[in-house]
């Protein structure tokens, strides 16, 4: 049975009323009631308690239903409430001559309410969860604030593009034209332009022209959604652009500079220089950065069908900074060696493989060197650092203004987190870091090069010899007991399978 089209309602209406979606334990006990399942039932299936859904969500979520359908709901009478709401909304439809809200399969142009719609190859959003208050926010900066420019950032995977199209067909009321359009394949500035203005002026021009773009940006009230603007940036150069695709940056300049009442978002995993210039909390270019949502994340494992406890599933979410690809990757392995069941998996202790390693080895690659040592560091030392520190730990020695860049870099890079003038990395990035750190010190030591070793296990300029002596080295530079046993078990690893290597390469000698 399809659930969909019901629990569509039911979050219309909630995030009408109330500006949030329903989550995954409430989305629980309203498809076991629609299928006239018990409190237990429904608690047994979703892995909760069965007093925690009979006395604790499913009250609540009532006494909100009643409130958001504007009748009084209960678990008994939950669906013929759901067939009146869904009568008056066809009325309502038939009525203003309406079409439905999301794209067709095809992702065509289509007429919704007074508003022209192209999809282009955005993604299905039928089955959302969480994002309530980033949603809430960007609906302000754009109804109320009007802002013209908005930057919606994210590492890879956290659900950018998802959040694009789902606030989009929310606000399809507020506008005449709602273009999504994706720059994955790095098209040239002047073929998006003449796509644009194509859509925005109803055919009737094709002038691949900033000028007109903003023409049609004053003479409609459009939304225009550009996702994965990282595609077309420097790799080795934060915020700037590829050779070829420096209009982009004229573009966004202009857009966000000159009065109009549109709004362009784009979606990318780097702050372009553009928005990093102009934006402000009282001005009309903004910027927000999306972290992993729990709630879309735990959403995503029911979906999916593994089992496990609440807690297991927390762990397995925040274990993956909640990002939401990485969890889709790991939940097809989960399901294919490990039986659906998140306990066995969580026991094998492993963080990062395969399209894991893949998703993270395309931003570290952009890294400069600088930017990457930041990023061994801050994965040694596992806690938050200072700057002051990491001054201190990086060798050799660069001046405070270097080391700020780099950092502006990675944040705007999204790959690590600020807190009071502090910076960490997420778990997974600081396990993939940790491993890079360690393969690469393995063929050093396998080449008689130690450059990342002397770098980062320990800061001395003499040669150590033997794991007895690197033991010494390290005792002698860690402070801290935790990174000293961490820089320790790396270094005796590292050794170990130095030794291994250089078997090996006497044998094939």
Known sequence: ????????????????????????????????????????????????????????????????????????????????????????????????????????????????????????????????????????????????????????LGMGGIGKSACSVKLAQILQAEFE????????????????????????????????????????????????????????????QAGQYSLGYEGYGELL???????????????SREKPAEIATFEGVELAVRTLKLQGSQEAAIALLQTKGLVGSPQQKQTLCERYGNNLLALKIVATTIQDLFDNR?????????????????????????????EQTVMYRLAINREWTTITQLQKDIVPAVSKARLLEALEALNARSLIEKKSSSYTQQPLVMEYVNEQLVE???????????????????????????????KAALDLNWNEPNQRNLALSIVLGVLEQAQTLTQQSKISD
């Open 1 to 152: 049975m399809n659930f969909e089209p019901k629990l569509s309602i039911v979050n219309s209406a909630l995030f009408e009323r109330f500006g949030r979606y329903l989550n995954d334990i409430e989305t629980a006990i309203l498809i076991g009631s629609l299928q006239k399942q018990t409190y237990e039932k429904i608690a047994e299936n979703s892995g909760y308690s069965e007093s925690y859904v009979r006395r604790d969500v499913g009250p609540k979520l009532w006494k909100i239903l009643s409130e958001a359908l504007g009748e009084q709901v209960s678990k008994t009478n939950f669906q013929t409430a759901l067939e009146r709401r869904l009568m008056l909304l066809e009325s309502k439809e038939i009525g203003n001559q309406s079409i439905p809200l999301t794209p067709d399969s095809h992702g065509k142009t289509q007429l919704l309410s007074s508003s022209v719609q192209d999809w282009g190859e955005a993604v299905d959003v039928s089955l959302f969860y969480g994002r309530q208050s980033e949603l809430a926010t960007l609906k302000q900066w754009i109804v109320q604030d009007k802002c013209r420019l908005i930057a919606l």
């Open 440 to 470: 690469q010190i393995v063929k050093e030591l396998a080449l008689k090069k130690l450059s990342l070793l002397f770098t980062h296990a320990f800061n001395m300029g003499v040669p150590i010899l033997g794991s007895s002596r690197l």
């Open 253 to 267: 300049r202009v857009v966000g500079e000159t009065s109009h009442k549109s709004c362009v978002i784009l979606t």
């Open 342 to 370: 998140i306990e066995d998996f969580l026991k094998q202790d492993t963080m990062v493989f395969n399209g894991i390693r893949r998703l993270l080895e395309q931003q570290f690659n952009r890294l400069s060197t600088l």
């Open 177 to 236: 034209f709602i273009i999504w359009r994706s720059l994955r394949n790095a098209p040239p500035l002047e073929n998006l332009l003449t796509d644009l203005v194509l859509f925005l002026s109803n055919q009737q021009s094709a002038k691949a022209d900033i000028g007109q773009l903003i023409h049609y940006l004053r003479s409609a009230r459009c939304l225009v959604i550009l996702d994965n603007l990282e595609t077309i940036l420097d790799a080795e």
